[in-house]
């Protein structure tokens, strides 16, 4: 489920060196395109889909495109970061909203 | 309708320093046409007033007044479009009417003197023509428009 | 729910105003039962000496560690509360008067309920305060003023009269300032000679005042207290060609800049002739020539003065130099002084002579002076030394033709150049007419940098009266960083490095400048440039930074406990995050005058709407909450420059959030409340608890 920057949104976190993306992205896939100043992912194939940068990004500007043989086209996956806690909404082809909330463990 | 072709904002900022007529041309040979006064006149409400009148037909449009206005007003701006509302309500000057005429007849604003000619001939140039059926069609297609 | 503790819940009936609203017993009998309350007690008056001494015993007796009290708002008896033996720090206030009896004086069971409710968070927040002291950090007992006019040279004797150390920075060769060059003063037609003189014969006489002419600053780094600034000496060059620029370095612990201003060239007016036609001068000229030589008065004898040469004017200088009316009719005074039989013209568009210089103006129509409302368009040669001046008189209605020796540009006033260069030095912030920015109209001398100040013309249009008294205050200020030490409450943020991913959000958005990166590239906050306002806290992404009386974790928690029924089921809650300069003291207001609101609004106050992070915004959402409302100041009168302009963004991340999740972007809602929009706070939240029961609860409320 590689993640799509949406262009609007996303700040280049202004135009410092590391775009916090950039940062979280274990793979080191993600990065700022030098020339629109925006964020994008290198190579798609090698995400691993951990979702990181889309709860990281303070835009939201990350999207997951959902592989159309897991959800097709109507398919979504939307994380909401808390500072203890994460709410994941998923949609799925029907069009039918569920939410679940997590407490994480990143406490200091 | 009619006030939105004026814009009223900058209007608003006029506060009559009145270099727009120290600088005109025209209130220099008649000084009942004052620039800074008919701007007032037009916040104060008195738009009839100006409509119905001679004075805004006396602008020369030579924009000395917009180019100094240190409120950067377009006086003469204004003042064009004070015009088009008194033609679009039917008023005209009698100066324009009569150049109209003028206009008309001869295809010129000026009269053509036999000096004129004469300078023409010697040039090998023809005379200069009376009438003209262009000025004509130009009047008959834009009295049809308005 | 975090570890017990030993807390002290103190409920105040305030002689009975609050009990005959709020159930205090019951509230009693619930809060005992809460982990980790040691006692609950209600009092008749918590504020009295024997409230104070009561609580005061029971913290020594029962060994509490934190203490609730439940009372009116935390702005009110701030001074009674401040001394019950314990941390400030550890004592929390709940508003359950301003905030509560008094505006749901309607509906007592409610009021209790959410009474219980605002207990229940803030006794949350208690539990996790920390005791904080307030830091002393040395500071250098030594001013560093830089311009050498006439309010440059006046702060400095302002500072020097206490015992701290001035350095005096001055471009020119010789102090004094554009003043030292003029003829007169006015009211009172003084020569500069007399006062200034005496000016500086202080300075030279002043032990502690050491003045560096022919230097400039070329850096300026450090915080208040401990400025670090290079001072560059140009060189003489008159021994040794080759000699370089002096440099030298100053510590400082306040700076003030006094950089004055520069007569606005008119020669861009091209219809004025300035440059191009003779007798054509500017009143500083004028100023300049009275001085150099008497006879310059009597030369000619007939002179127009052309007021408003630049100034009110869009495609110069928009803003009116404010001293020009002055100028010229004192000009045109010596003039007539000179000669009686001067014909002196004064073409004019407003004459502006305020308070009691109304009396200079009389004396001058008086004198014979002619005065016309009129602006002359353009000036014309009419003959050698003759300039002819075509004027539209607006009064008379009719044209006057004036034929003079001599034109006088009463030409505006512009801030220094010197203003820009500094400006990318030092950083301080400008505004669009290159005057230095204070951004609070109730403190003129500020600059948006703590411990400098700004002094005189390079602040904005001034006379020498104005300007020496601008000195006086910018001097007063300074002297709260001249003591040797300097005392920072310890509001300000801490930064935790574990959490910190670099995105510099922090650095960019304070207001303050006052981040900075070490040695680790860490962000960093100078305590003494820091005024504890929270943006930092509400922009980092990760919710690294949190304040000194509210933390991140305080707030999670907060939203945790949070009871969000406590109206029963079917009423939604609401949690507001109230700015503390307009919006929570306008919202405390509500009772007294008899505005009421629905009691579904909790409100949490913050130093600023920008201190909202967009995750707590988030997490109460996800937590169950049914609307955040945050209101700040009007955008321009935010006291923090950009505070409510930030939140309005965070928010609209928020909502967008929301969208995507399927959840109705209204549930977050930013107001604008100024400090007496009382009524429009009553309004907001009265609108809002309608929408919100149309859409129903949050659908991520069961948990």
Wanted: with cysteine.
């Amino acid at each position: 489920m590689p993640p799509y920057v949406v262009k609007d949104k996303c700040d280049g976190c202004k135009g410092k060196e590391e775009p916090l993306c950039e940062q979280i992205c274990i793979g080191d896939l993600m990065t700022l395109n030098p020339d629109t100043g925006k964020a994008y992912c290198r190579s798609l194939r090698d995400c691993w889909d951990c979702m990181s940068c889309t709860k990281i990004c303070p835009k939201g500007a990350i999207e997951q495109r959902i592989p159309y043989q897991l959800g097709y086209h109507g398919a979504k996956l939307i994380p909401m970061m808390g500072t203890d806690s994460i709410t994941w909404t998923c949609v799925d082809i029907n069009g039918k909203v569920e939410r679940f909330s997590f407490r994480t463990r990143n406490k200091k | 309708m009619d006030s939105e072709l004026i814009d009223r904002e900058k209007l608003k900022c006029c506060h009559h320093c009145g270099k727009c007529s120290s600088g005109c041309e025209p209130n220099r040979l008649d000084p009942s046409f004052q620039p800074h006064q008919i701007l007032h006149l037009i916040g104060v409400g008195a738009l009839d007033e100006l409509l119905t009148g001679d004075a805004i037909w006396k602008c020369t449009t030579c924009f000395t007044c917009s180019e100094r206005c240190p409120q950067g007003i377009a006086v003469t701006d204004i003042l064009w479009r004070l015009r088009a509302l008194a033609f679009r309500s039917g008023r005209t000057s009698e100066l324009l009417a009569a150049q109209k005429d003028v206009l008309l007849k001869t295809g010129r604003l000026y009269a053509a003197s036999p000096l004129d000619n004469k300078k023409r001939e010697k040039a090998g140039l023809p005379p200069l023509p009376e009438g003209s059926s262009l000025v004509a069609r130009i009047f008959k297609v834009s009295d049809e428009d308005e | 729910m975090s570890d017990e503790g030993k807390i002290g819940v103190y409920l105040c009936a305030c002689e009975g105003e609050i009990e005959k609203v709020i159930a205090l017993d019951s509230l009693v009998r619930e809060a005992s039962a809460w982990p980790g309350v040691t006692t609950v007690r209600k009092d008749s008056s918590l504020c009295s000496e024997r409230g104070i001494r009561t609580i005061r015993e029971e913290v020594k007796k029962l060994g509490l560690d934190r203490v609730l009290i439940a009372a009116c708002s935390a702005s009110l008896k701030m001074k009674e509360f401040s001394d019950l033996g314990i941390n400030k720090y550890l004592v929390e206030r709940v508003n359950i008067r301003e905030q509560c009896s008094r505006v749901h004086s309607d509906n007592p069971e409610n009021a209790t309920k959410k009474a219980g409710a605002m207990l229940g968070i803030f006794l949350e927040k208690a539990r996790r305060s920390k005791a904080l002291e307030p830091v002393t950090v040395p500071a250098v007992k030594t001013a560093l003023v830089v311009g050498g006019g006439v309010a440059g040279i006046n702060a400095a004797l302002d500072i020097a009269g206490t015992d701290a150390e001035v350095f005096l920075v001055e471009k020119k060769p010789v102090l004094g300032g554009n003043v030292a060059e003029f003829h007169r003063y006015f009211p009172r037609m003084c020569p500069p000679s007399c006062g200034l003189e005496l000016l500086l014969s202080r300075i030279e006489s002043a032990p502690r005042i050491h003045v560096l002419t022919s230097s400039e600053i070329s850096a300026l780094s450090g915080s208040p207290g401990n400025f670090s600034v290079t001072i560059k000496a140009a060189s003489t060059g008159v021994t040794n060609l080759n000699e370089q620029d002096r440099v030298s370095t100053v510590k400082a612990g306040a700076v003030i800049l006094a950089t004055g201003w520069e007569p606005y060239d008119p020669t861009p007016l091209t219809e004025y002739g300035y440059g191009r036609l003779d007798h054509v001068i500017t009143n500083v000229e004028f100023e300049k020539r009275a001085r150099e030589r008497k006879e310059f008065l009597r030369e000619v004898r007939s002179t127009a003065f052309i007021q408003c040469v630049g100034s009110r004017d869009e495609r110069h200088l928009p803003y009116c130099s404010d001293v020009c009316c002055m100028v010229s009719i004192k000009q045109a005074l010596s003039l007539k002084e000179a000669d009686s039989e001067h014909d002196v013209r004064i073409f004019y568009n407003d004459i502006r002579t305020p308070g009691e210089y109304e009396e200079l103006y009389r004396q001058a129509r008086k004198s014979g002076i002619t005065f016309i409302k009129g602006i002359p368009s353009e000036l014309r040669q009419e003959a050698p030394g003759k300039i002819a001046v075509s004027v539209f008189d607006t009064v008379a209605g009719r044209r006057t033709e004036n034929t003079v020796d001599r034109v006088v540009l009463a030409t505006g006033m512009r801030s220094s150049q010197g203003n820009s260069g500094l400006n990318a030095k030092i950083g301080i912030v400008l505004n669009k007419n290159n005057f230095i920015e204070s951004h609070l109209q109730c403190h003129p001398q500020d600059t948006q940098r703590a411990g400098i100040f700004s002094a005189g013309c390079c602040r904005a249009p001034m006379d020498v009266s104005r300007s020496i008294e601008s000195a006086g205050s910018a001097a007063i200020k300074a002297l709260q960083f001249l003591k040797g030490e300097i005392t920072v409450s310890p509001d300000y943020p801490v930064v935790n490095i574990l959490k910190c991913d670099h995105c510099k959000r922090c650095m960019e958005e304070c207001p303050f400048k006052a981040y900075s990166l070490d040695e680790k590239q860490f962000p960093k906050v100078d305590i003494t440039k820091c005024r504890a306002c929270g943006i930092c806290m509400g922009s980092c992404p990760l919710g690294a930074i949190s304040l000194g009386e509210l933390s991140i974790e305080q707030l999670s928690g907060m939203l945790d406990v949070l009871d969000k029924s406590y109206l029963g089921d079917d009423e939604p809650v609401i949690l507001g995050f109230l700015c503390k300069n307009d919006a929570y003291r306008a919202a405390d207001d509500a009772g007294l005058k008899g505005v009421s609101y629905p009691p579904n609004l909790i409100s949490i106050m913050v130093p600023c709407s920008g201190a909202v992070n967009g995750m707590i915004i988030s997490e109460a959402i996800s937590k169950g909450v049914d609307g955040i409302l945050i209101a700040g100041c009007p955008d321009d009168q935010c006291h923090y420059v950009q505070g409510s302009a930030l939140a309005k963004t965070r928010l609209a991340d928020v909502s967008n959030k929301l969208k995507e999740m399927y959840i109705e972007p209204e549930r977050v809602r930013f107001v604008n409340i100024s400090r007496d929009e009382t009524e429009k706070f009553a309004e907001t939240v009265k609108e809002y608890v309608a929408e919100l029961k149309k859409l129903g609860r949050n659908p991520l409320r069961i948990q």
